[in-house]
């Protein structure tokens, strides 16, 4: 089986020819912290596969996520954007492949070249759309117009339908109780949109899925292929 690279990573190999002997090779697990807030951003990843979340952390220890990251982006690249410090913890999700490099070798060739800091603006950009709408999203849409939404996204980043994630995982990166999340993953269920089993949930009719999503799915789709239109290929 072909294995599969990181996309963004694919689309700037010309700028990054003087870099391919920074890059490491690195196997990351399930619940492993890449950054916490507020930590120096030691390294830059760029996932082969697996999913990344970005979560924002409250006082009381609660998270609740921004974005999601897989073969598609970056993780850690603001530090391209001369940032030293994380701004969120960033947890896997699912066990992934992925390169790193130092973040300060990164920033520094960015610096030298414009073509490539340009793509990481283009991407940083995307993601912040991406978080921006989300945040609003979280605040305006239902609980299960947000999971649908969701799903389809994790379900893009792992490029399966197969998501292998425990329940109360999908629950926290809403920010909701899984009391109210289970009975809709029932719903959802019971309508034939996906199937359900322990640690797994995998959809089955995701044009129907798309129909009881919130806007804001397409809304971040479109955002990207928009991004990376003007400065690399689209992501998806």
């Known amino acids: 089986m072909l294995q599969r690279t990181n996309r963004f990573l694919s689309g700037i190999q010309r700028q990054m020819t003087g870099l391919t002997g920074d890059l490491v090779e690195v196997g990351l697990s399930v619940g492993q912290v890449l950054c916490e807030p507020?930590?120096?951003?030691?390294?830059?990843?760029?996932?082969?596969?697996?999913?990344?979340?970005k979560l924002a952390v409250f006082q009381d220890g609660a998270e609740i996520e921004c974005v999601m990251v897989g073969r598609e982006g970056v993780v850690g690249a603001i530090a391209t954007l001369?940032?030293?410090?994380?701004?969120?913890?960033?947890?896997?999700?699912v066990n992934a492949r992925a390169v790193c490099i130092d973040a300060r070798r990164l920033y520094q060739a960015c610096q030298a070249c414009p073509d490539l800091r340009g793509a990481f603006q283009h991407y940083c950009a995307w993601k912040m759309s991406c978080a921006i709408r989300n945040g609003a999203c979280n605040g305006l849409h239902g609980i299960e117009p947000r999971l649908c939404r969701w799903l389809l996204t994790c379900s893009d980043v792992l490029e399966e339908p197969e998501i292998r994630l425990p329940q109360d995982a999908f629950a926290k990166m809403l920010g909701a109780q899984r009391t109210s999340v289970n009975p809709i993953l029932q719903r959802l269920r019971a309508s034939g949109l996906i199937e359900l089993a322990r640690g797994r949930v995998t959809i089955r009719d995701r044009a129907r899925l798309q129909q009881r999503a919130c806007e804001c799915y397409e809304v971040n789709r479109t955002a990207g292929a928009q991004m990376w239109l003007r400065g690399a290929r689209p992501p998806l």
Do not use: M, N, Q, W
Not at 38 to 53: D, L, M, N, Q, T
Not at 82 to 93: I, K, M, P, Q, S
């Open 82 to 93: 001369g940032f030293e410090t994380a701004l969120t913890r960033d947890v896997c999700h």
């Open 38 to 53: 507020g930590e120096p951003i030691r390294k830059v990843y760029f996932p082969h596969s697996g999913a990344i979340s």
